[in-house]
């Protein structure tokens, strides 16, 4: 019996030993996080959401980036990212969308929203702007604001090509989304226990719960084998699939908007096949704008620490938004 059993045993490791040398002849190897490397001061500046999947935390925060980009910001009790010079009176205006709108990697007075309040003083600019949100939170978050009367007078709704894969919470964005935050947080079980997700499915919201979001099969980190297992696993969604959850969230957004009276502007941040996948959606909006930001240009992003627009590249954002205050006027 015993004689048996290590044969059994035997012939399982040669297969495994066969099937680990065959998957790194193909090109596979052990799966690798790209180390990316976030301290905060003080700590939880974001946390988990039933509603959103991640919210802004109150406070004051230092927030450094590979030991190398250092920018501080400030969030308000609301769940937005402060924006300097706010006046008491005017037409309020809100910018929806994600780390680019917040304006990860810079502080708080050189955001291209920040910009724009500074620009335009007459306004009331509040920047709704959360890392890793797309438009299915920027809608919850709209309609949030018209249950509880807080409202703008008018929105802008910032896309940009990495929203497609959240909409739909493909699993590209999964892994994407739980090992960063894995890297950049020792007490992300904690922070992040509550949290759903929200994403959209044939027109309709759903949401997955943070533990069951994404995890690596045991070994992955240290196998070919297994790595490339768990990824043929993980097939790539249709692209249309991928668009359609954006068009359903795009579209729900502009009809809020036009239920309760709000002017609604949409950016197409960098998205070149815009045009193709979401125009009619953008006949929908009171004006799309076209910025063409190009993410390749090292001098408009903290490359190579990482890759959010410098304070160059949102002053370069926000010159391309000047119409849209004209259109207000």
């Known amino acids: ?18 099937g680990e040398l065959t998957a790194r002849i193909l090109g596979w190897t052990a799966f690798y996080n790209t180390d990316y490397k976030v301290e905060v001061s003080p700590k939880g500046w974001l946390k988990g959401s039933k509603t959103y999947g991640i919210e802004l ?43 680019f709108t917040y304006g990860y990697g810079v502080d708080g007075d050189e955001s291209f929203v920040a910009i724009l309040q500074s620009e335009y003083p007459e306004y009331q600019v509040s920047n709704y702007g959360v890392p890793g949100w797309g438009e299915v939170q920027a809608g919850l978050r709209l309609s949030e604001l018209i249950r509880k009367g ?14 497609r894969e959240r909409n739909y ?15 950049s947080n020792t ?20 949401y997955e719960k943070w533990e069951h979001l994404y995890s690596n099969w ?34 729900q ?28 959606c953008a006949k929908k909006f009171d004006q799309c704008i076209h910025v063409g930001f190009d993410f390749t240009r090292n001098e ?9 627009p410098n304070a160059k590249g949102h002053r370069i954002i926000a010159n391309s938004l000047h119409s849209l205050f004209y259109r207000l006027h």
């Open 169 to 183: 919470l493909a699993n590209s964005y999964r892994k994407a989304l739980t090992m960063g935050f894995n890297r």
């Open 300 to 308: 408009w992003t903290n490359h190579p620490y990482d890759l959010h």
């Open 187 to 206: 007490d992300v079980e904690n922070q992040m226990k509550n949290a759903r997700f929200p994403f959209i499915r044939q027109g309709h919201t759903e």
């Open 253 to 280: 957004f502009a009809s809020i908007c036009k239920k309760n009276g709000i002017r609604c502007f949409l950016v197409n941040l960098d998205d070149l096949d815009f045009e193709k996948r979401f125009g009619n």
């Open 1 to 18: 019996m015993r004689k048996r059993l290590l044969r059994i045993m035997l012939v399982i490791l040669i297969v495994l030993s066969c």
């Open 57 to 99: 935390s109150p406070g004051s925060y230092k927030v450094t980036l590979n030991d190398s980009v250092t920018f501080t910001t400030k969030h308000n009790s609301d769940g937005t990212r402060f924006v300097p010079d706010v006046p008491d009176s005017g037409v309020h205006i809100g910018f929806f969308g994600c780390s």
């Open 218 to 251: 045991m070994l992955r980190e240290h196998s070919a084998l297994v790595h490339a297992l768990q990824s043929s696993t993980e097939k790539k969604p249709d692209e249309e699939e991928i668009d359609g959850s954006t068009r359903s969230t795009m579209e």
């Open 150 to 163: 807080m409202q703008p007078e008018a929105v802008v709704l910032v896309y940009s090509e990495v929203h």
